[in-house]
């Protein structure tokens, strides 16, 4: 149990390693907050939870066999604490995103990263101001999307 870490575990550095290469920038485990968030990103009113499945019962996964129900006591306060701290951030104005400890496994990692990303992004743009946002002209043509003239292709 004294080698479990709390802080900078392997998921935890999967996810700052994509945010930081993507540009995004962050404070990590801000006490000041309830629940001591593992990312807190105040320009996009974000934090992150990175959470291990076994400590904060995201499956009902197998529980140790020895002391069954101290360990079934312990998962079901964490899970109970992981509430309150969630309601009382939002309640602060915060949103709140969870990423599972399986989430990040390789087979779904890329995919569960890009999917944190567009929620950041989507975030953000509901965050900003009406006279910041740029309406999108419907009749200028985006030139990145246009690299080529229209063809007929069928011909």
Known sequence: MSRIKSRDTGAEMIVRRYLFAHGYRYRKNVKGLPGTP???MRKY???IFIHGCFWHGH???????????FWKSKIERNKARDRRDKERLQAM???VMT???C???PAVRQ???REMEYLINHAYLQRLKPSEAKPYDQTETPTALAA???ADYGK
Not at 59 to 69: A, I, M, R
């Open 111 to 113: 995919q569960t990263l």
């Open 99 to 101: 990423i599972w400890e």
């Open 59 to 69: 499956t009902d996964g197998h529980l140790p066999k020895s002391n069954q129900e």
């Open 93 to 95: 104005g915060w949103r």
């Open 103 to 105: 989430q990040l496994k």
């Open 45 to 47: 009113g974000i934090v």
């Open 148 to 150: 080529e003239d229209m």
């Open 38 to 40: 593992d990312i807190v």
